[in-house]
């Protein structure tokens, strides 16, 4: 692997804004842009960020309009935070060509070349090579011939490979988002790459719908439906629509998680009366298990990525705060100490960091703390955050908030420092959460 | 181009068994990719040019992205009694009934006592500060409170079932306290 350092430094800082560019105005794109890109916004906030300086040539052949490869490549790239694109003009290169990488060395790290051509059959031939331009190396390329409604995840495959080969961690292009879009009294959940695009809807109701969270393998999600004039808990196979409610007891259910291995469930019912933490099985029937024991409020449960412990919301100490467990229940150990309102815990994958919202001054904020030093940053400058969710390669988080009075999704960097608005479905958008990394 | 490292032989060696025809088994795990040699001219362009990945978009990694949409059914309410209010409002930050609802308590409690085959919904409501899945708890707290009021007047625990909306269902949109005194309620919902 060639040596471009990665962005080690991972300490969250509240980060200063800066500047706001659009990637229309960022002066970096050769191609035009595709109309559903004119909503994307990149914010760069912040001195300091250390960014991979990438070249990608224009590529040969032509994309549709509505899945500009490079520019979807660019996109991704951009947003990840981890790269500095480079315009790159002239010349007439492609995966096949052996550029000189003299010139390229100046100004970029790397330097990606490829192709879109269209088959005889109709498809698309999505064509790369990325070069590492300070060691003169070829790091490999990739062919993927796809349908058209392919191209986009053709393109963020590529972005996938670039990241990987450039920083060591696996991207997060190619992974997919459920959301939730309120549009007048519509209420939809949405399956959609993780830049927002290409969303398809997965249910649609005239009740609520919260709390959508992905099966470890992807190919189910579980979430809370009021379609019954109170909150189930459904599991929903994406694929073919198949659904079944999971949690029906009396009263509500909600907050369902999954188990690492995906053997149970938690979730937060109220056979007690109050809210409590229950373990479930995700295909429903059986004896609830329940976790907590007050006489308040317990809530939003998830497990940490080796299934030992959870983290949860109780008010048992006067107010809400983050709670953490073993996961077969026992005794609890307070997390956050800050204020009088912390909830919506999310544990990074790999187990570093917890992402959360606080309520400071009347604003509710996401905040990321550190597990191992309990070092905690506000990373945002909006004030309405919910419902954080991290990136399969914990390197990103998607949460809710609201911009110009609606509800947008947003990802940042866990140091604050870029920050995007992903594209999206009209309506009020909201409950974002991260699927895995496909199996 | 010399072959730069361990990884790139080895991919190679994929690449050339690949030819051989397993390609598309091979790399149904990796998105029906196909890895490109070494920068040397990839002269034919032809989808028959890429060794039998042709095709296997749809069925493998990178076509499986259908999602089959479903829609969820509308709930019809039953007919509540004639006359009596539907809600109970709460101050801020309480989950206690006010004494002034202590009538419509009364109301809804004699109807079920005299109607034993009936069913009411206690449907917990917030205003719209703080998280979604807290409101719920909180929301359930003030069905919960409401639901015990009518047990103490009698009402069959049968017939009454606490549950809560939380945040997503306002009485009033907008913002600031007018608003959200509206929202800080229980509606009874007969089934």
Redesign the interface.
Known sequence: ?MKISGPDDHSPASGRRRSLLTLAGAGLLGAPLAPAWAQFRVEVSGVGAKQIPVAIAPFQGSSPANADVPAIIRADLERSGVFRLIAAQGGALD????PDLGPWRERADALLTGSV?R???G?F?V?F?LWDTLKA???????????A??LR??AH?VADYVFEKLTGAKGVF?T?IAYVSKNGARYSLW?ADADGE?A?????????I??PAWSPSGAQLAYV???????VIYV?D????H?RPVATW???N??PAWAPDASRMLA?L?LS???QVYEISPNGGGNPRRLTQTGG?D??AVFTPDGASIYF?SDRGGS?QIYRMPARGGSAERVTFNGN?N??PAISPDGRWLAY?A?LGGA?KLQVMELSSGNIASVTDTSDD??PTFAPNSRLIMYASKIGGREALLTTTLDGQIKTRLASVPGDI??PNWGPF?R | ?QV??A??SQ?RRLTRLAAVATLSAVLAAC??????E?????AD???NG?AG???S??AN???????????????K?GQAPANVERVVYFDFDSYAVRPEFNGLIDGHAKFLNGNSQRRV?L?GHTDE??????N???G??RA?AV?RALAVSGVSDSQL??????K??PAAQGSGEEAWAQNRRVEL?Y?
């Open positions: 692997m995966e096949n060509s052996r051509i088959l005889a059959n498809q031939d064509r090579r190396q070829d790091l490999g390329g990739l062919s993927f011939p796809v349908a409604a392919d995840l053709a495959k190619s997919r399956v290409g398809q809807a997965a249910l649609t109701s005239n009740e609520p919260i709390s439906s009021f379609e019954a004039r109170k909150p929903h994406i694929a073919n629509g659904r009396r009263g509500s909600s907050a937060t109220t009366g109050n809210s409020i809530t939003e919301v809400p309102y909830i919506s919202i309520r509710f919910e419902r909201r409950e496909p | 181009m730069s490292n990884f790139e991919a998105g029906s990719s196909v890895k490109l070494d920068a040397a001219p990839v362009r032809s989808s890429l990945s042709n095709g978009a749809g990694g990178v076509g499986q992205r259908g999602i089959s949409g479903v829609q969820a059914d509308a709930f309410a919904n449907e500060r703080g998280g979604r899945e807290y719920l708890a909180l359930q707290k919960e639901r079932e606490a549950v809560s909306f939380g997503e269902k919902t089934r």
